[in-house]
């Protein structure tokens, strides 16, 4: 009389071959996220510092923003500190947020699960023992392994819902007049002048008085946008570092949460922009009828006719 011994067949029908890459790509992801919220905070404390000297404009004119630019050249115009809080934390801040949309579009393109990017993955595996017979009458056992993959809200995930609509555009249009800037009000008096001493809100009032049309409408596009992108950011970026520096998760926020944080933001939006676009016009001359009076005007054109055509620039 003979017996069948049962054998064992395993059998892994886990679609995921190579669960590790999936790991680290995510690891990756979260540290560039953390990394773009860092700099993003860097940033905004530049960025409030000198945006306040077209915001108090509306109070003292065109002598208090004067004012209020010197004293903010010795937190972001110094030798040291410019590299890292102004230049640093805006290449770190635009590189990560490239580089996690490059992540974004490789792993939509290997049709990955995006979620896995930025929620909490968790996978249980389950072995199932099943006995069978083969074509000779044999037992056979069959192991097979199942995974089931649960993806769980993370403070990063829970923190992204809270973007306002457009924040990724903003941000894109942001990098080419954010640079635009920087290099028609800093790069190129810095290599006129030698350093920036000798600029003042009256280099801004000079183009806001030649060429009125093209500058109004950089300036309040560059605002507009800028203000946008940081509020829509801000609780986001709060949230995400309460989440992974502090070891706090956020829950999900309600509803009612998010409606009313989005009102709360619209009505951020729209005073600065309102107080700051008040303020480029007292700096153009257009409110206060204050008579300023622009001492450098002939080196600031000459500054101008360096990006400029010369036609543009004479007096």
Request: charged share 20%; net charge positive; proline share 4%.
């Amino acid at each position: 009389m003979s017996h069948s011994k049962p054998t064992s067949t395993n059998t892994n029908t886990n679609t995921n071959s190579s669960p590790l890459p999936i790991v680290t790509v995510s690891k990756v992801y979260g540290y560039l996220t953390l990394v773009q919220a860092g700099t993003a905070v860097v940033f905004t404390t530049f960025l409030v510092t000198h945006l306040s000297a077209t915001a108090v404009a509306v109070i003292g004119g065109i002598e208090l923003t004067n004012k209020t630019i010197v004293l903010g050249r010795v937190y972001y115009q110094n030798r040291l500190l410019e590299p890292i809080i102004v230049f640093g934390s805006l290449w770190g801040h635009v590189l990560s947020g490239l580089i996690k949309r490059g992540i974004k579009l490789y792993w939509k393109y290997k049709k990955q699960d995006v979620r896995k990017l930025t929620g909490e993955v968790h996978e249980k595996v389950e072995k199932i023992v099943t006995d069978e017979k083969n074509e000779q009458g044999a037992i056979v056992r069959k192991i097979t392994t199942k995974t089931t993959t649960t993806i769980t809200g993370s403070p990063i995930s829970r923190a992204i819902v809270l973007l306002l609509p457009y924040h990724r555009l903003t941000g894109y249009l942001l990098i080419p007049s954010v640079l635009s800037h920087a290099f028609v009000h800093r790069a190129l008096p810095r290599r006129h002048f030698g350093d920036s001493s000798m600029i003042n809100a009256t280099y801004v009032t000079l183009a806001l008085k030649k060429w009125p049309r093209s500058s109004y409408l950089a300036f309040t596009l560059l605002i507009g946008l800028g203000v946008y992108h940081i509020c829509s950011g801000a609780p986001v970026v709060y949230r995400i570092l309460k989440g992974k520096i502090l070891k706090n998760g956020d829950k999900q926020a309600s509803e009612a949460t998010k409606k009313r944080l989005r009102i709360i933001r619209n009505g951020v939006i729209v005073s600065s922009v309102g107080l700051l676009a008040t303020g480029l016009l007292v700096i153009g001359g257009k409110l206060r009828h204050d008579n300023i009076k622009i001492p450098l005007r002939s080196e600031y054109l000459k500054v101008y006719g360096r990006v400029c055509p010369q036609d543009w620039v004479r007096n």
